[in-house]
């Protein structure tokens, strides 16, 4: 009996093991940026379904939890996922997506909503092709108003820089003009009464001495 509990041990501890892998193999073989793909989801479930999968997952695939090489990356991009579906801004722009991807595959397929078409395999399984290209042209537009947007930053911050740099200059300049008034006003008082600097001939020319004799 002993040998029997411990074998079915092992065999279920195996099996446990073997879906630890397979899991985190399906994580990573899926498009990393579609959250839903990630936590195996349909668009449209409420929260709830997204902390329960999430647990779930997260429990079964814990780095810690296995000795799988792959588990570390496969449970960030779980937590990725997660957070993603939780934040209701990147979750719409998701929705957008996967919605705006639909509608090229119809536009392209000439279809309408009630055509039977749409609710075949071939039809989901282009749809999730499109759905990776939405996301990820919407990605590179991101990216490049991101650049843009650093740039006019960048502008603007150089054109901050200037602008403290001129007040500065200024700033020393009236100093330096505040510094000198008194020897300004001393000039012109000398100047007033008639007196004339001392490297402009002020000095005065000294006798000659008459020869004796």
Known sequence: MGDDFDLD?????????????????????VFRNDAYRVLDLQPGVPESDIKKCYRTKSLLIHPDKTTNPRAPEAFDRLKKAQNVLMDEKLRTELDEAIADARMLVMRERKLDKDSEEVKT????????????????????????????????????????????????????HEQAWEQTRDTRINSWRDFQKGGKPEAEGGKKKKKKMKALG
């Open 121 to 172: 395999d071939e039809f989901a399984k282009e749809w999730k092709k499109k759905t990776v290209f939405v996301i990820m042209e919407n990605e590179t537009r991101k990216q490049k108003m991101l650049k843009a947007q650093m740039r006019e930053e960048g502008r603007a911050e150089r054109k901050a820089e200037e602008e403290i740099a001129e007040r500065k200059r200024k700033r020393e």
């Open 9 to 29: 041990a092992e065999l279920q501890a195996a099996g446990k093991e073997f879906d630890k892998d397979a899991e985190i193999e399906r994580i990573l073989s």
